[in-house]
């Protein structure tokens, strides 16, 4: 029981929102915790796979696990899809086309005027919530996967674990215009083969697409009735 001094004290009326706040603080710690061994326990099973690729060499083994990777965010980009984000993406476009639709007004001071209310009243709002709602996921869909890997190879493809695996510290020798030789580690390497993944994706689905407009159609063609 509280005096009545003391139930109007800042202490006792904020009492109620700290112990919120400890408990949440608690709950994230356990959250973090879970994360932090489900990360452990996924990498050593990456590790504990990819030992029977390690004949490969380090090259050819980090290439491949930089191809996975793009393959499994385009995995991920078609399966983590929300309600919330296509509901987003639907408002957004709708307000867009309506405030071109303002712009092609015959009156162009009537149709800026109507398309600045537009974005004032509606498509601010969505442009941003559709956007924020993107941004989370593409970290769950592309940036976590990749810095998943990055933080796989710093851990288990560091200089001295190449040099006992494949007896060397590095993945591939380069030499300068010098004569100097330039190593190239595990983690740059895994970057330099993931962009180069992604440019001949793109490279690869632009082909096809032109391929695909250019093939003429292979729909049979009805033949003409010759009865009389």
Not at 74 to 83: A, M, P, S
Request: overall charge neutral; charged content about 20%; glycine content about 6%.
């Amino acid at each position: 029981m509280y005096t009545a001094g003391e139930a109007f004290s800042p202490a006792v009326r904020l009492k109620p929102y700290l112990l919120e706040i400890v408990t949440m603080d608690a709950f994230l710690d356990r959250v973090w915790e879970y994360l932090v061994i489900g990360f452990i326990f996924a990498g050593e099973t990456c590790y504990a796979v990819l030992q029977h690729l390690h004949f490969l060499g380090p090259a050819v083994l980090i290439s491949v696990l930089a191809l996975c990777t793009v393959l499994l965010t385009k995995f991920l980009n078609r399966v983590i899809v929300t309600k919330r984000f296509l509901k987003l993406e639907k408002e957004y476009h709708h307000w867009f086309d309506l405030r071109q639709e303002a712009l092609q007004c015959e009156d162009p001071e009537k149709g800026k005027m109507l398309a600045r209310n537009i974005d004032q009243a509606e498509l601010n709002r969505a442009y941003y919530d559709y956007f924020f709602e993107g941004f989370l996921l593409g970290i769950a869909r592309k940036v976590i996967p990749i810095f998943f890997v990055f933080a796989f190879l710093n851990e288990f493809y560091r200089q001295e674990n190449l040099q006992e695996l494949f007896g060397q510290n590095y993945v591939i020798c380069l030499v300068n215009p010098g004569g100097e030789p330039v190593l190239i580690g595990a983690v740059f390497w895994y970057f330099i083969s993931l962009l180069a993944c992604y440019i001949c994706w793109g490279l690869g689905r632009k082909l096809v697409q032109k391929w695909s407009r250019q093939t003429p159609s292979t729909m049979p063609v009805p033949a003409e009735d010759n009865c009389m």
